[in-house]
């Protein structure tokens, strides 16, 4: 099957993108790329905490964010072009205090001017925490 992402797109090069972005400061970690999907953790502790000790469902939606605008820019020719997140929604499902959360996006559709993501988000028990879907806009560079 061939891969849906550019190539020569590695795990290094996405975490290397992440320097100095919101990604790095919550501690998200680009770890699985497949052909049409991509995967990335992230910790639960006091960066990704709400008042409860709960993981707070910013982090999650920011988690499903990372990982939709990166695989949507893993499309792409990006030379020429670039994505900007249009809508996310997000359904948080289960709690989670500890561990670390794992982000899973796939695309629903990949077209010239749109592209929709869902992102599944589980446990370290593999249990669904959030499901989220984004839509993400195809925007031309101009000169």
Same mark, same amino acid.
């Not at 999907?37 to 910790?43: H, Q, V």
């Not at 559709?109 to 993501?117: A, D, E, F, I, L």
């Given at each position: 099957?061939?891969?849906?992402?550019? @190539?020569?797109?590695? %795990?290094?090069?996405?975490?290397?993108?992440?320097?100095?972005?919101?990604?790095?400061?919550?501690?998200?970690?680009?770890?699985?790329?497949?052909?049409?999907?991509?995967?990335? /953790?992230?910790?639960?502790?006091? %960066?990704?905490?709400? @008042?409860?000790?709960?993981?707070?469902?910013?982090?999650? $939606?920011?988690?499903?964010?990372?990982? &939709?605008?990166?695989?949507?820019?893993?499309?792409?020719?990006?030379?020429?072009?670039?994505?900007?997140?249009?809508?996310?929604?997000?359904?948080?499902?289960?709690?989670?205090?500890?561990?670390?959360?794992?982000?899973?996006? =796939? @695309?629903?559709? $990949? &077209?010239? %001017?749109?592209?929709?993501?869902?992102? %599944?988000?589980?446990?370290?028990?593999?249990?669904?925490?959030?499901?989220? /879907?984004?839509?993400?806009?195809?925007?031309? =560079?101009? &000169?």
């Amino acid at each position: 099957m061939m891969s849906l992402f550019q @190539p020569g797109i590695t %795990r290094e090069s996405l975490n290397h993108l992440s320097a100095n972005t919101l990604a790095e400061h919550l501690g998200i970690e680009f770890v699985e790329i497949g052909t049409d999907f991509l995967t990335a /953790r992230m910790p639960v502790d006091k %960066r990704t905490h709400q @008042p409860y000790g709960l993981l707070h469902g910013g982090a999650s $939606v920011a988690l499903a964010e990372t990982l &939709g605008s990166v695989a949507a820019h893993c499309c792409i020719d990006i030379s020429k072009q670039y994505c900007v997140g249009l809508e996310i929604n997000a359904n948080h499902i289960k709690s989670v205090r500890t561990g670390y959360v794992t982000g899973t996006a =796939k @695309p629903i559709h $990949v &077209g010239r %001017r749109t592209q929709v993501w869902e992102i %599944r988000i589980v446990n370290d028990r593999q249990e669904l925490v959030c499901i989220s /879907r984004i839509t993400m806009a195809v925007l031309d =560079k101009h &000169g």
